[in-house]
């Protein structure tokens, strides 16, 4: 048992740690197929940094985003890339050439081979989207190992029972996820100019509706899914690419000049509840949104645990007399 939540407590440290950017490994997935066969969809890389050269799979940033695509050249002003399933390198088709301070670190490889991971990719997007709840998880993992050491030092009478363990754990993980999913809303703030002419950038004509595009990130998670609120104006249009949304939005019409405000929220809702439920549940309050959802996640976990588990049962710590007539554990 100690030995268990000591690994497990030292895995999710360091897969949050490691998709945080603490350490000098990262990890990362891929979300299109560009680099197919090598990496396809959702496949999980790991990414460290050091030097780069010709051959490489390298993640690097650019004006839209990070890309994670092949050096295939290299020349005087930067290395030329191309996605390994696309007929042309990335600089042909206008991406100028990309600067050793723009690349984030090289994809690991063992053996001449890339290290390929399938299935890491929702692992990351699931770290990336909820790594506040896991922080929180791993404190009462702690809490719940530290509690247990304690336990050994009592006498034997004073024993720790299993609901003194599982019963913080459980509810520390659901408390921990409807604070995540709280906090997670992200709001950009829209303000728009309305003047007799509506000429100039974000300039609108007075007593004419209109309609302008705005950019909002979003999680490019598969185990997550958003909710977009549009408040003080109206959502006629949507493509959503990675973890960028571009919205077409419809300004309504003012009678008076002056500035108009208004504002997109994003809210993030996991994935493995039923769209059509959280729209639902998200129309009665985005708060009932989330404690719903977080209770639909952990309610399977609480029934197993009512189920299968006695908390009143003690966690007993067996002893044996040693050789010098001590009792050890």
């Given at each position: 048992?100690?030995?268990?939540?000591v690994?497990l407590?030292?895995?999710?440290?360091?897969v949050?740690?490691?998709?945080?950017?603490?350490?000098?490994?990262?990890?990362?997935?891929?979300?299109?197929?560009?680099?197919?066969?090598t990496?396809?969809?959702?496949?999980g890389y790991v990414?460290?940094e050091?030097d780069?050269?010709?051959?490489?799979?390298?993640?690097?940033?650019?004006?839209?985003?990070?890309?994670?695509h092949r050096?295939v050249?290299?020349?005087?002003?930067?290395?030329?890339?191309?996605?390994?399933?696309?007929p042309?390198?990335d600089?042909?088709g206008g991406?100028?050439?990309?600067?050793d301070?723009?690349?984030?670190?090289?994809?690991?490889?063992?053996?001449?081979?890339?290290?390929?991971?399938?299935?890491?990719?929702?692992l990351?997007?699931?770290?990336?989207?909820?790594?506040?709840?896991?922080?929180v998880?791993?404190a009462?993992?702690a809490a719940?190992?530290?509690?247990?050491?304690?336990?050994?030092?009592?006498?034997a009478?004073?024993?720790?029972?299993?609901?003194?363990?599982?019963?913080?754990?459980?509810?520390?993980?659901?408390?921990?996820g409807?604070?995540?999913?709280?906090?997670s809303?992200?709001?950009?703030?829209?303000?728009?100019?309305?003047?007799a002419?509506?000429?100039?950038?974000?300039?609108?004509?007075?007593g004419?509706?209109?309609?302008?595009?705005?950019?909002?990130?979003v999680?490019?998670?598969?185990?997550?899914?958003t909710?977009?609120?549009?408040?003080?104006?109206?959502?006629?249009?949507r493509?959503?690419?990675?973890?960028?949304?571009?919205?077409?939005?419809?300004?309504?019409?003012?009678?008076?000049?002056?500035?108009?405000t208004?504002s997109?929220?994003?809210?993030?809702?996991p994935?493995?509840i039923p769209?059509?439920?959280?729209?639902?549940?998200?129309?009665?309050?985005?708060?009932?949104?989330?404690?719903?959802?977080?209770a639909?996640v952990?309610?399977?976990?609480?029934?197993?645990?009512?189920?299968?588990?006695?908390?009143?049962?003690?966690?007993?710590?067996?002893?044996?007399?040693?050789p010098?007539?001590?009792?050890?554990?």
């Open positions: 048992m100690r030995a268990r939540t690994v407590v030292g895995f999710l440290a360091v949050i740690l490691s998709s945080s950017g603490v350490l000098p490994v990262q990890l990362s997935y891929v979300t299109s197929d560009s680099m197919e066969p990496l396809s969809p959702g496949d990414i460290v050091g780069v050269e010709v051959g490489d799979v390298v993640t690097f940033s650019t004006p839209d985003g990070l890309v994670t050096i050249g290299e020349r005087g002003d930067g290395y030329v890339t191309r996605g390994d399933a696309n042309s390198t600089q042909a991406m100028p050439p990309v600067e301070d723009q690349i984030v670190g090289r994809a690991l490889t063992v053996g001449g081979h890339l290290v390929v991971i399938p299935g890491l990719g929702a990351a997007g699931f770290v990336a989207a909820y790594r506040p709840f896991l922080i998880g791993l009462v993992l719940a190992f530290a509690l247990g050491d304690r336990g050994q030092e009592v006498p009478r004073d024993l720790l029972y299993v609901r003194n363990v599982v019963l913080p754990l459980l509810v520390g993980l659901t408390v921990g409807v604070v995540v999913l709280m906090a809303v992200t709001t950009d703030h829209l303000t728009y100019v309305f003047t002419t509506g000429n100039g950038p974000g300039r609108l004509a007075v004419e509706a209109a309609v302008r595009s705005v950019t909002v990130d999680t490019a998670s598969p185990l997550t899914q909710v977009i609120d549009a408040n003080g104006v109206t959502v006629v249009d493509a959503v690419s990675g973890s960028t949304a571009t919205l077409d939005v419809r300004v309504p019409a003012q009678s008076a000049a002056g500035p108009y208004a997109v929220s994003v809210h993030s809702y994935a493995i769209r059509g439920l959280v729209l639902w549940l998200h129309g009665v309050h985005p708060w009932v949104a989330c404690v719903a959802s977080t639909l952990f309610g399977p976990v609480w029934l197993v645990y009512g189920l299968l588990f006695d908390g009143h049962s003690p966690i007993r710590i067996v002893s044996h007399e040693g010098d007539g001590g009792w050890v554990s």
